[in-house]
């Protein structure tokens, strides 16, 4: 009989407190991000390409943890750049288009060019 007295008090007193701050904050945060897309910026791209994608496109740097999987499954903090999805998308395509530029300079002191 007393565990159930306690249990009426607990659910009576379920939603007293900050119970009620905590999820409005949460509401408000989910209101701030929508509509807004990550662009994950893969590891190796170079810093000069990432700012031009910052400064061209207006986005905006945020880490995200994301599971990455080299040969286990680890939770690692990339870069992000956060904006609407139309500005994520051709700011993806440039950023694409730029590697393929950097990598067609790149010359390999390895590859002999008349092979």
Not at 52 to 79: A, G, K, W
Not at 93 to 109: N, V
Request: net charge negative; charged share 40%; hydrophobic share 35%.
């Amino acid at each position: 009989m007393v565990k159930k007295k306690k249990k009426e008090q607990d659910e009576e007193n379920l939603f007293i407190g900050d119970e009620y701050a905590e999820e409005e904050k949460l509401t408000e945060e989910e209101n701030e991000l929508e509509g807004l897309y990550d662009l994950v910026i893969p590891p190796g791209v170079p810093e000069s390409i990432i700012v031009e994608l910052v400064e061209e496109f207006d986005l905006e740097p945020v880490n995200r943890l994301s599971n990455v999987d080299i040969v286990e499954i680890d939770q690692r903090e990339l870069l992000a750049l956060r904006g609407e999805l139309d500005t994520v998308n051709e700011a993806h395509d440039y950023m694409m288009q730029r590697l393929h530029e950097l990598q067609d300079e790149f010359k390999s002191p390895w590859v002999n060019p008349d092979d």
